[in-house]
């Protein structure tokens, strides 16, 4: 039982990498590619390590694994978002599809940028101006 356990978290950690492959190579603009692959390839990673967990029981390995899960999942969608926000503040185009962009009004508010200045170099912005 155990083993089947463990190749149904290795089938389903496989198969969250797979889609995250995909939606990096299919999706339209940085932020999509960043939310799919963000997303899949945690919980992908997360069923390896728990397949690891399962096959290695409450060992040194299956600890560090338990220990490697919640690294994870505390750290990869922090870090996403910080991608997000140099990209956008960057000014990386957005896809053709995008029909509504919420932050553009609220940095433009602030001053962050204003409507057709060209994206500058190095913003620099005081962290209470910000929202």
Do not use: N
């Not at 490697?68 to 053709?96: E, K, N, Q, S, W």
């Amino acid at each position: 039982m155990g083993e089947l356990l463990t190749v149904a978290a290795l089938a389903l950690g496989t198969g969250f990498l797979l889609l995250g492959s995909v939606g990096l190579v299919r999706l339209p603009d940085v932020l999509c590619r960043l939310h799919a692959t963000t997303k899949s390839t945690t919980f992908g990673a997360c069923g390896l390590l728990l397949a690891v967990l399962l096959q290695a029981g409450w060992s040194a390995a299956g600890l560090k694994a338990l220990l490697a899960i919640g690294f994870l999942l505390l750290t990869a969608p922090v870090g996403a978002h910080m991608i997000a926000r140099a990209a956008y503040r960057g000014r990386v185009p957005l896809a053709d599809r995008t029909i509504v962009d919420e932050l553009k009004p609220v940095y433009e508010a602030h001053g962050i940028w204003r409507s057709g200045e060209e994206p500058p170099g190095e913003v620099t912005y005081r962290p209470e101006d910000l929202p």
